[in-house]
């Protein structure tokens, strides 16, 4: 059970209970770059980034994460998450003294992704299905995830440093055949810090109590701290 639990969420959430509250500085490729804290949120172990970045694609790097405090107690206790908010900070290896020109193509390149919706709906789910065969091989379990449709939102963010926009998912994972449907709010905002970039993503379950304006707000909240430490 508690080999299932790690290796079933692992790639989905992060866990910790460190430095709770307090700004965090993390070096970037030689750069101190500071990180606020999160509302409700706590900031993920140093050991279990370094797990969750061998499924890192080549030439990136969770620089830090976080999680709710509630998620971290059940999955202390060998219970299962609900991972209903987590958020991660992903930085480029070897992306020292970037030029402004290479932030604007980034942010180009998630312009046209929005826009070519159906296109990033089809190479998400042949993501989905290369990550579900692995975690399944591990963990001895039949896991199946697939994005049934997307819904993106125009950019609230969009100036000379910083480039954000959401998008609603409508979401079905599978677990031994029993299947769970749910809405989830992922917001990506692209950084130019200090000649660095950022590639930060807030990821909210949709309920009664976490909708769009919400959470759109709490990643606003975010963004303005984290320029106020910068």
Known sequence: MKKLLLLLFV?????????????KVVNVDGVNI???PIDSLTQAQDE?????????????EIAIAYITP????????????????????????????????HFKERVNRNK????????????LNKLLVTQDAYISSLADVDLKNTVNGMIPFPAFIDNRNTFASSTLLAREQSING???????IISTILILVNKRILNVAF????????????HDRQVKEWIQSFWKVN
């Open 11 to 23: 790639y989905l959430s992060f866990t910790g209970i460190a430095n709770a509250g307090s700004t």
């Open 112 to 123: 046209k992704d929005f826009k070519e919706i159906e296109k990033t709906l089809s190479e």
């Open 70 to 101: 509630e998620d971290f107690d059940r999955f202390k206790n060998y219970e299962e998450p609900n991972f209903v908010r987590f958020v991660q900070v992903i930085t480029t290896l070897d992306g020292k003294n970037l030029a402004y020109s």
């Open 48 to 60: 279990l980034v370094g797990l969750l970045n061998q499924m890192q694609p080549t030439g990136s």
């Open 178 to 184: 029993k299947t769970i449907r749910t809405g989830r």
């Open 203 to 214: 990821y909210s379950t949709v309920s009664n109590e976490i909708g769009m304006p919400l």
């Open 34 to 36: 500071s990180f606020p």
